[in-house]
């Protein structure tokens, strides 16, 4: 199985470790690149900055509230560029809101999933997410 760049943008310290660990479990070879707010996930998905060596994500995991720009604004500016609208967006967040979740798929997100608070439930939402995005889906080449 080839190598997939997954692009977290997480502002939580412990998600983002749990997530990575989570992640490393499944054995798969992966890239992981991780941004702790909207304005740093534009400036690495446009390149600029600190990241114009990096190669474009294959996957966004997304979440919600960020600091600086969140994350429904991130979303939208992705599903509106014309080239970064193939890659896709999982929202991975702590809101479980009808109005974000309907926010979220009317700016095209690819899917909307809550973080459960229980760590177990956590992981095992992580593995889903991998084992479904990198072991089934054929995402579009960088």
Same mark, same amino acid.
């Given at each position: 199985?080839?190598?997939?760049?997954?692009?977290?943008?997480?502002?939580?310290?412990?998600?983002?470790?749990?997530?990575?660990?989570?992640?490393?479990?499944?054995?798969?070879k992966n890239?992981? =690149?991780?941004?702790?707010?909207?304005?740093?996930?534009?400036?690495?998905?446009?390149? #600029?900055?600190?990241?114009?060596?990096?190669?474009?994500? #294959?996957?966004?995991?997304?979440?919600?509230?960020?600091?600086?720009?969140?994350?429904?604004? %991130?979303?939208?500016?992705?599903?509106?560029?014309?080239?970064?609208?193939?890659?896709?967006? %999982?929202?991975?967040?702590t =809101?479980? =809101?009808?109005?974000?979740?309907?926010?979220?798929?009317?700016?095209?997100?690819?899917?909307?999933?809550?973080?459960?608070?229980?760590?177990?439930?956590?992981?095992?939402?992580?593995?889903?997410?991998?084992?479904?995005?990198?072991?089934? %889906? #054929?995402?579009?080449?960088?």
């Open positions: 199985m080839p190598e997939i760049h997954i692009l977290l943008v997480e502002d939580n310290e412990g998600d983002i470790v749990l997530t990575l660990e989570a992640l490393k479990e499944a054995k798969l890239k992981i =690149s991780v941004v702790r707010d909207g304005e740093e996930a534009l400036e690495f998905l446009y390149r #600029q900055g600190p990241y114009t060596n990096e190669d474009a994500p #294959q996957l966004v995991l997304l979440d919600i509230n960020l600091p600086k720009m969140d994350g429904k604004e %991130v979303l939208n500016k992705i599903k509106n560029d014309i080239d970064l609208k193939k890659i896709p967006v %999982v929202i991975l967040t =809101s479980s =809101s009808e109005k974000d979740i309907l926010e979220a798929y009317n700016n095209h997100a690819n899917c909307y999933i809550t973080k459960p608070v229980d760590l177990d439930k956590f992981i095992d939402v992580i593995h889903t997410i991998e084992d479904f995005w990198i072991s089934i %889906v #054929q995402l579009p080449k960088p």
